[in-house]
């Protein structure tokens, strides 16, 4: 009972890897949005499977269907059920894992909270999930749009290779322009060499995603316990893989002092307040104060390996897991749209639950 | 509107620092629950104000008052109402803050949300509406341990000093017996030497609670969205002043490879399944192992310090923000109680809404 | 866990008949209302026990306290607790029913739910939960009457008396005047004296309470779930003792053929469209459409009657409940007020929630 | 925002009329539930159109596709996933209405909520919807089988047409044998004729869906807003064209004194605690108290007439709206699995809710 995501911009997935497919409902999106049915396709794209040799090399188009929600090229008000069916579906190479626990894998805790599980390819707890989320994200990123909000993700870490740059020091629209998905070519070019060795050697590596959110207005959040970083904190960690999330400062910011990383205000040539520093991270006691917002998330390495490791079935005998299946070495280049989408989802929901603040 | 807590075992908390007196319902917690009154009242103290000199000065008894639910010394499974009155309130103390924005404190942007604030103390974004969820995460405590789950918090890191150990080396139940709440008593007398040096130079530094849960049972969770661990990050990530939030081999585990991080399944002698290595932190899937759960939640320098600051006021005046009233150098040492709080919240409400998981 | 009405304004109410009191959280009314303190104690006093011989002789002051979300006379957006503290309370009065089971009460289900129950004066479910109810509707009241909207409830039914006008035909200002609250002078004399005549004869009787809400604008009810209707139905049902509710129509309209029930739209002197008739009692599609709404609830006879009935106690033996305490003959005068304050919960919800409708 | 029903067995429907197809996710429904695929597609057909002349002579298969939550036969404890895709779309029979209000429909209020809407068939507001509520109803409904919870719905009043029998002295199953879905053979064949001479006129006709449950185990309700009672009446009246609901003694009970409408408890041969007389409806407080739950459902005529009605078009010209298309005269008969549906859907989440009452 934890498949619905957002207050008022509600999201539902459903769909499991190698079931008929997977899918979303958009609930409490705005009646009159133009519906960018390409953008959203482009966003699905982003994220679908075989873009590059470092990634899983399953052939999915995920092509998505329009289900409700939309007439003569705007949204309705009425929920908006984007479907996307399964292809490409290799469900055989699963029958080896039907009974057994691949490590560091949901297959365990599956087995247990339910005691039935759909074993091809994770059933539920794959990633594949992760597209049903892309797809409403990018609806999300339209209405965002419409209110000046830019979210841009990209990769700054890829195992112990790290891009040393704040975002500010950055072309973050060079990010999109290689496969890894990080913005400084250099760095992009060693990370994909990285990863490429990592996947020959049949092991997989973590890497992290930095994420900037521009434009936000000030408000956005509702403590105290809502707060804006706190719901984009926990949708980072609902991300399959995930192990951390830290925003602005973060955990460096436990070596400041408070003199050090409290944030001065000022009055820009506009008149509109600023901060001198932003250690906030755009975000001060839980709502948008309208600076930068910045965040990085953790990503561990993928538990899908091509190596034999020992492991436990069901009943509790030894067995030897095997390496198989196609999967993607280092899970980050692919994570950068879901890290967005989860954002865009948390920025629209909060935007329309701040238009009851005020009288 | 952001003030509720939890699906089942739920909590909304209300009040404000320097007004009637804050307090907590707890909605859904079972009936026949023996209510200890005074574990309750021992949590409130362990928060509470005026521990130490490393502690803010301020006298709050924060006794508290159980309005409804109980019959009998035991739950009814009606709403439990808990109300802590304000005390020693020197409200003046903030009437030059009045319409003064301080620096990284939620002045700004509660006054541009809202378009009114009560400024005394902070009003609803101080830390001390806190202590409504130390009385709340008690009583989800005395529901955890019918079930066997202890959590136990401690601090890890202040400024730079950093227990460089894991967990399972120290001895946790030392950590009560020092003032900072670190379990290596050596590195808390430097940690406490540290902490009275910084508030002695008007200044605030920065620091990181661990915390460990032992004893949870297999299939606590609700995928996809609301992941054990994301949830857990959630309700850190609402405390005050928190940065950052991670669990098992965290932002660390970036850095391995996925041959390293993935943790063999088998069995004990008892015949349970268990991992030989615990990079997962108990959660796989979104979902507990059984493993031990254990987490960082960091923890930015206090934003008020003793000294000067430039800021502006509500009509963009550029003013010099004064140092002044009683506050915590380093907030640590009182979140330890607030951490394990929202954790026993966290595990109550997956305990509950696990029961209608099967059959 | 059902303690918890609406979703963005959204209450929390908790406290039991004979314990330290009882009250109300509001979460979600937007700051810089004006907080019209005396208004929400006459709303409280409308409700209270002991306003006349026809209802019970509890004396309860049914004085309120804020104690948080409100500061220098508004509203602060933060969540409003309004506390009652029970007072008169002869809970001795209630000692012989510790172990019986009252005919028609809720102690054999309370009982059997949670395994343990307050059995003083009813518990939880006692209608003194009703006063959180009406202090909370008191607060959505001064938010609907800044856009207009007014709700007026009367009695139309008492026992087999009934009232058989339109409200159109009514001066619903006059239903204040007696102790009845019906506003047809002679009726309510009637009224008076069968209610009268029914207590000295240790009995009770039901009646009908009837609501008109006028100036609401077009656009507020969410389908197809949480239409406005379907929200009014269940806010009535939760109300203690109600069996029935209706709109428009309502049962009559069964009879009716669509030729003569459908409403015809026109245009008035404005240009506001309207419809002629008005048996869609103001909701078309589950959406207000700018008519008065108007709806009935029916309340059963109080299940307290001053005579003795033979029941069971928990054990299962059979036993004699005496009529004892303090009780309303007939419960329609008081719930006048209650009926008004839940439909101001429900229109001030959707009016909220409606500003999410369009882009 | 309103197309979500249930807290933990929650659905949340989509889809318009004339769209691509309609849906449901059903989220919370335990695992290892056997999905009786047949079962689910019998009570689809029991709503759908075509079934005799009184009803609509649209052609629907209103087959069904599960896309989630199932595997092997059995439900996984992931979100269920099931769509209809429509057919027969005579989607120009309703470009006379696009800018047209039909009387008494939900053109106005959409157009002026939304701004826009998909005027083809009532789009969202069409009773199609309610397919897709059957659809997840009939898992509730298994679900409810397992611990012997029974629903029947059957017609009781047609226009004045009146079956004034209580349900106990009827066969309830004859009531399938039929096309007017009542239970007495004679009155459903006067009421066949009834309608059919309604729908020969153009015209429309009110009706009456009662319903019993038997089977429910103590405890099911979740006061003091969620109700039993309360959460039926929400869901009845969500239903299309309902205008009032009643429960166990109704309005009725209104004309009693307590000392007729208690209902006294005994102890039957097994034991149990039963009530002489059921004026309660099987609900006391809330909660069920093991005895049959019965309610009456009230129906206004269609508002779709085969007759032309002097209306508006949205820019406010008068206009005469065409009596066209094809609409069932009476929508009692097909009502009936909907009222089920709805029943078995209040029912399955309090059942899993009421998994925590107690310690």
Do not use: W
Request: hydrophobic share 35%.
């Amino acid at each position: 009972m934890g498949s619905t995501y957002g207050k008022i911009f509600k999201i539902s997935t459903f769909g499991e890897s190698h079931g008929v497919g997977i899918g979303v409902i958009i609930e409490g999106c705005p009646a009159g949005l133009e519906f960018d049915a390409d953008f959203i396709q482009s966003e699905l794209t982003r994220r679908k499977p075989g873009q590059s040799r470092i990634t899983t090399q399953r052939k999915e188009a995920d092509e998505y269907e329009v289900m409700s929600g939309v007439f003569e090229g705007k949204t309705t008000g009425t929920p908006i059920a984007l479907i996307i069916r399964n292809e490409d579906q290799r469900s055989k190479d699963y029958s080896h894992i039907a009974t057994q626990y691949r490590p560091s894998h949901a297959d365990f805790t599956y087995q247990e909270k339910y005691g039935v599980r759909d074993y091809r390819g994770g059933g539920r707890s794959s990633a594949r999930e992760t597209a049903a989320r892309v797809a409403a994200g990018a609806v999300a990123k339209l209405l965002l749009r419409k209110i000046g909000i830019e979210i841009t993700g990209y990769v700054s870490q890829v195992g112990g290779m790290k891009l040393g740059k704040p975002y500010q020091e950055l072309d973050l629209r060079k990010a999109e322009e290689n496969a890894v998905r990080c913005p400084d070519p250099e760095m992009a070019e060693q990370m994909f060499e990285y990863i490429d060795s990592v996947r020959k050697s049949g092991d997989s590596v973590g890497g992290v995603v930095s994420c900037v959110i521009t434009g936000t207005p000030v408000g956005l959040g509702e403590p105290v316990f809502d707060k804006l970083h706190a719901e984009l904190g926990k949708a980072m960690l609902s991300i399959n893989a995930v192990k951390g999330f830290e925003y602005g400062s973060g955990f460096e910011g436990v070596n400041l002092l408070g003199s050090e990383h409290n944030d001065a205000f000022y009055t820009d040539e506009t008149g509109a307040v600023r901060t001198r520093t932003n250690h906030s991270g755009g975000v001060q006691g839980g709502i948008s104060n309208g600076q930068d917002i910045y965040f990085n998330v953790a990503f561990k390495p993928v538990a899908t390996i091509m190596q034999d490791q020992e492991s436990l079935d069901q009943d509790g005998n030894i067995v030897v897991v095997q390496g198989k299946g196609r999967h993607d070495p280092c899970v980050v280049p692919r994570a950068v749209p879901i890290v967005e989408a989860m954002a865009a989802l948390v920025l629209a929901d909060f935007y329309l639950r701040n238009k009851s603040s005020k009288i």
